[in-house]
């Protein structure tokens, strides 16, 4: 149907040398509450716990808070000064006989160190554990795959004692399906993904599944985290590296990097120049910065410099009514009348267009003629609807009054 | 150091609409070659002249309505040319530059431009024509002072006054090889053909259309057919006559006069096929694909609200972080 292939050649994973510097982000800080935990010189411990939720990655001496920019919102950013010995925090332990231990207690020890298990694990059918890559340069998730065989078949058989679902897929990358054959040991079933974009988006690989197996309520883990899982819990490892890939200049590699590492550290070789465009995530639904200061989060899969020429301009010109967006869109929505709705504010046409399906994947903006901002004009009507429903829900509770 | 932000997709398939128009073109060159080698200069005449008039339409009514001028997107050249192919070569100048203008104004940019046509231009600019003057096209008269080595009568003329008797003449063959009288590009049938399947192979127009006209057409001339073979012709013949394959890969298919989903456009494509043969065989009109496509313009709309259903894709529990 399209021709955006996902990357399937191998590439090495590379070690970044450590960051002088790393920067985190803290999520919901209250300055009032936590002025005293987080004092200018004092140090902090690799896995320590900064405000509730949020776990050091490195450790090192705090230097100061700042905000940020980024899409749109302001981050308040943690500087940490890196130290040059690594200490762990005495709260994350290594056991070897982790899988005796009752689930419970091994959600809260994953999520003391830094990754963020959901509790509600506990009552899920399906896991759905993805080594396809979502962007179609990135590559960093079926390298993984390559590179850590024995972890990934430890790691689902911590998932089935974990979460006690009854079923387990490993989807990965169709040119991948004859190294991993004996990966799973029994313990999940294989989902073989054709390699273009956008089947490795976790709603796509959710609903490919389900259209083939009953599976109920799901959950979604990138295999990633899977092997971070299985390292805290056995060797005592926090969750302070991410893999990500980095395209750019020309070039494309995997880099191991420590999360917080601002990316300007990461673009040595890939320095943007003037008018040129750096984004965190991929080609298709990357973000773009207004700097290279910010850091690497968790949820960073991607960092890519498109260069000046490359960059896509829109016209935003009428719309032509071909039908290549409603061909391709994988939720089957009509794009081409929702982003007609949208631009005229007619946003309640787009809600009972199915609006609501949209995951942003850009296929409709890739492929439009007209270079039309579909997803923007689809954003922009999610929000107003948004916001209409907020309005909805007010005026009821008055009337009620 | 300034860094340019802008929303995803970052990336672009790269293919415009002044592209799609001149892909549309080029896939027209055989037919529009075809047309000079077998009529000469009148056939240069009247696409020059169709085109012209068509462009500089264009522009003046786009400057009139205060909008930007989009001439080079390719689309006035496309309508005018098209229009030119669907003609008989000998139609005088004033016919041809009304016709065009036509096409242009009331066909396209009254109703707000490019994409928002709820008929195709090309064929209000015809059908108005042939409402008002019908005689100029006629094509048996067209060809009166020519030489050339087919016979020349129009065979749905003769199909429509002798029933399938007169026609046993045609030979299915030289019907493809554009040997027969017609519109001065329409009749080069395989020309036609090849050009629509370059514009398939380039996925700019989708395949339901034409397929199901196709289907359309044999099977409700089939049915004319087996119930008496001795009034109506065969549905090869139907096939490979007057404006059908031109219809079928370049009339039909017009962006915004097309429904935009796929059972819709099946529907479409049967019913401008079923009703081309009705048409050519009840009607008074020898050729009905004109107005078979015209009518079933008028019910896009209703065949857009054919359910697309969405998908659902949102999902009951997805970890993101």
Known sequence: MNSLLLKSKEMKITEVPEPKEVLLPLKGFDEEKEKLKIKEGSRVKTGEELIPGVYSTVTGTITGIDIMSFAGTDLTILRIAVSETDEIAPEITAAADYLEKDAAELLKKLNRANLGFDEELKDIKTVIISAVDTEPLAASYQQFLIENPDTVTEGLKLIKHLTAAGKVFLALPEPLLSSAANLTAGAADIFPVKPVYPNGLPEILTRDISRKYDTGKTAFLKIEKLVAAVLALRDGKPFSHKVITAAGKGKIKNLKVRIGTPLKDLLQDMQPGENEKVMIGGPMMGTACYNTDLPVTADVDMIYVQDAAEIVKNENNQCMNCGKCVEVCPAHLSVNLIGRYAEFSIFEQCRDLGIQHCIECGLCAYYCPSGRSLVQFIQLAKSELEKIEAEKIETEGEDVE | ?321
Not at chain 2, 10 to 28: D, G, P, R
Not at chain 2, 151 to 161: G, R
Request: aromatic content about 12%; proline content about 6%; hydrophobic content about 55%.
């Open chain 2, 1 to 321: 150091m300034k860094l340019v932000v802008s929303s995803p997709p970052h990336w672009h398939e790269k293919l415009t609409v002044s592209k799609i128009h001149y892909n549309f073109i080029l896939a027209l060159l055989p037919a529009v070659i075809y047309a000079i080698f077998t009529y000469g200069m009148p056939a240069v005449r009247v696409m020059t002249l169709a085109v012209a008039t068509a462009v500089i339409a264009d522009i003046l009514i786009r400057l009139a309505f205060r909008k930007p001028v989009t001439a080079t997107d390719g689309s006035a050249f496309l309508i005018g040319l098209l229009f030119a192919l669907i003609l008989p070569p000998s139609v005088p100048y004033w016919f041809v530059i009304i016709g065009s203008f036509l096409c242009i104004t009331i066909g396209k940019e009254i109703f707000g431009g490019l994409g928002s046509n709820p008929l195709n231009p090309v064929l209000v600019g015809w059908a108005i024509l042939h409402i008002s003057w019908p005689g100029y096209l006629n094509f048996n008269l067209a060809v009166a002072n020519y030489n050339l080595d087919f016979p020349l009568h129009y065979p749905l003329t003769m199909l429509k006054n002798g029933g399938s008797e007169l026609i046993s003449g045609f030979n299915f063959l030289d019907l493809l090889l554009g040997k027969q009288v017609g519109g001065m590009g329409a009749a080069a049938v395989l020309l036609i053909l090849i050009g629509g399947i370059y514009l398939l192979l380039r996925k700019i127009i989708s395949w339901e259309i034409p397929f199901f006209f196709a289907v359309g057409v044999v099977v409700m001339s089939a049915v004319f057919w087996l119930s008496n073979s001795a009034v109506y012709a065969n549905p090869l013949f139907h096939l490979l006559t007057g404006n059908v394959m031109i219809g079928m890969f370049f009339l039909a298919t017009d962006y915004a006069s097309s429904p935009f989903n796929k059972w819709g456009m099946i529907v479409f494509g049967l019913g401008i096929g079923v009703l081309t043969v009705i048409l050519r065989t009840l009607s008074v009109y020898p050729d009905g694909v004109i107005f078979a496509i015209l009518i079933m313009n008028l019910f896009t709309p209703l065949l857009d609200r054919i359910k697309n259903n969405p998908k659902p894709l949102a999902i009951n529990h997805i970890e993101r972080r």
